[in-house]
């Protein structure tokens, strides 16, 4: 067998570590563009607000987080 082999365990700590990093990174980047007008493309903006951050929330709750 080649590569690396995780348990299942091991593979939904890795993927809530991601969402939640991900989600951190996006909450940060919509606070800079509403709070201090850092440029964020409208439709980013709007992705992130509308869908992106709300699926993650659910995502982590799912997943233990």
Avoid: C, W
Wanted: net charge negative; aromatic share 10%.
């Amino acid at each position: 067998m080649r590569g690396v082999v995780l348990d299942y365990d091991t593979a939904d700590r890795i993927a809530l570590a991601v969402m939640k990093d991900q989600l951190k990174y996006l909450r940060d980047e919509v606070v800079q563009h509403e709070k201090n007008g850092k440029y964020m493309h409208p439709e980013d903006y709007h992705e992130s607000k509308t869908k992106l951050i709300p699926s993650l929330e659910i995502l982590i709750k799912y997943f233990g987080g």
